[in-house]
Structure formats: structure tokens, C-alpha cells
């Protein structure tokens, strides 16, 4: 079972505009963590932003946030005022167990962002 | 500070022919991860490292995958011999101890693999 789900393959958004990328998880754990990365044309994976599971506030850097909903375990990323360089694919990834040390993270298919002029 | 650091960034051979990859993380992090992502596709876990131990090698393909992290610092993958679906980037990544209040992985440039 996939513990990932991005259900959109490819998305467009108009310059300026703000724009949600969809992530559900699944896991039985109660101590894990998400993490949204950006992976442009070049091929480096870009750290953007970070939720821990206990976190009572739903986390912000600039100009992303994400839309942590734990009952319904989405974790949204948010990108407001689009620029043309978030041009890039977009991945949702989850490390279960942050309590306990170094486990795995698991990454979903990602979602394509296009940014238009 | 470096980033992790890969080595070749790109790779030609042809199949049945024997490759390998060089990854020298994070001054500092412990934990080493090496993934193969193919195109289109979110990055899929081939083995992780604690300091020197292979905590986690369920997904290597183990007749034509090898890994060593001898000394707990560098590492390398290999494949022997190579087919035309192990095709892909192979991205390493490093992580600091959770007690250091690291949370996330950051990762090399990768090598992008062609076999032909």
C-alpha cells in the first residue's frame, strides 16, 4: 500500500498566483515527520519545508506553507505568489518514528508544477 | 560547510558491464541513504547507514547491488553486473543524529546512470 498518495500528476498555475499541491499519508505510527522537497530541471533534491506530528502550528518558511490536517492525514503544501523558477517537481516524503533514531523516509510519486508567464 | 558530495554525476556503460558510485556525506551525519529515482518517479530507498551498519537493505537488489560504508564516513554502491533497467539517478543523502534536533535529509547531486 502506497504510504504516500499524490494524486496530482501535473499542475498549472498563472504567475502570482497561489497554488496547493495535495499529499495524504498513511501510517500507524504517532510520532512521525513530513517534509515537502522541490526537485528542478537540474536534478537536486531541495529541501522546502517541515511538519512534525505533534506540531500544534502549521509550519511556514517564505513563501510555502503547509495545511497540516492530522485527522484526515494530509499534509497540503501551499506556495503563495508563484514565481516562474518554482517551475519544478514537487515531493511529499515521510519519516516515520522521529522519536526513535534515523528511520526511513518514504517519498511519494511527486507532482509537476508549471508556472505560467 | 560541503554538501554531500557525489561521484561520477554521470555514468555510461554498457550492460553486464560493472559501475560504481562514490558518496561522501555531511561532515557530521551519521546516517547515509542511497536512492535510486527513476524518471518520472519519486526517489525509492536502496539501503540506509547508521555510522558503519546497514540498518535498513530490504529494498537492494542483493545478486547485482552492493554497498559498503566502511568506515562510517564515505560509501559506495555498486552494481556488477549492470542491466538496461538499472538505468536511473542514484541520489545519496546524509542525515544528522535526531539528537542534534535534525530533522530532515539533504541530498547530493546524484549520478544519472545510463546503461546500454
Known amino acids: 500500500a502506497q504510504k504516500i498518495t499524490q494524486t496530482q500528476p501535473g499542475m498549472f498555475v498563472q504567475e502570482k498566483e497561489a497554488v496547493t499541491l495535495d499529499c495524504t499519508y498513511d501510517?500507524?505510527?504517532?510520532?512521525?515527520?513530513l517534509f515537502w522537497y522541490k526537485q528542478p530541471s537540474s536534478g537536486e533534491m531541495i529541501f522546502l519545508i517541515y511538519q512534525g506530528s505533534y506540531d500544534q502550528q502549521n509550519a511556514t518558511e517564505g513563501r510555502y506553507s503547509l495545511n497540516f490536517q492530522k485527522a484526515r492525514k494530509s499534509a497540503n503544501l501551499v506556495i503563495s505568489a508563484s514565481q516562474l523558477g518554482d517551475s519544478a517537481m514537487y515531493f511529499c516524503a515521510m519519516r516515520e518514528g522521529v522519536k526513535n533514531y534515523g528511520q526511513n523516509f518514504v517519498f511519494g510519486p511527486g507532482t509537476r508544477l508549471s508556472v505560467l508567464p | 560547510e560541503a554538501g554531500v558530495v557525489q561521484s561520477p554525476r554521470y555514468k555510461i556503460i554498457e550492460k553486464k558491464q560493472p559501475v560504481a558510485f562514490w558518496c561522501n556525506p555531511i561532515?557530521?551525519?551519521?546516517?547515509l541513504y542511497w536512492y535510486r529515482q527513476n524518471l518520472g518517479q519519486g526517489p525509492e530507498l536502496l539501503i540506509r547507514y547508521e555510522n558503519e551498519e546497514a540498518v535498513d537493505d530490504s529494498q537492494l537488489p542483493k545478486d547485482r547491488f552492493s554497498a559498503e560504508r566502511l568506515k562510517g564516513v564515505d560509501s559506495t554502491l555498486k552494481i556488477q553486473p549492470a542491466e538496461l533497467g538499472d538505468s536511473a539517478v542514484y541520489l545519496c543523502?546524509?542525515?544528522?543524529?535526531?539528537?542534534?534536533?535534525?530533522?530532515?535529509?539533504?541530498f547530493g547531486p546524484g549520478t544519472r546512470l545510463t546503461v546500454l
Open positions: 501510517t500507524s505510527d504517532p510520532s512521525y515527520g
Open positions: 561532515s557530521g551525519h551519521n546516517t
Open positions: 543523502a546524509s542525515s544528522p543524529p535526531l539528537a542534534t534536533g535534525g530533522n530532515e535529509q539533504f
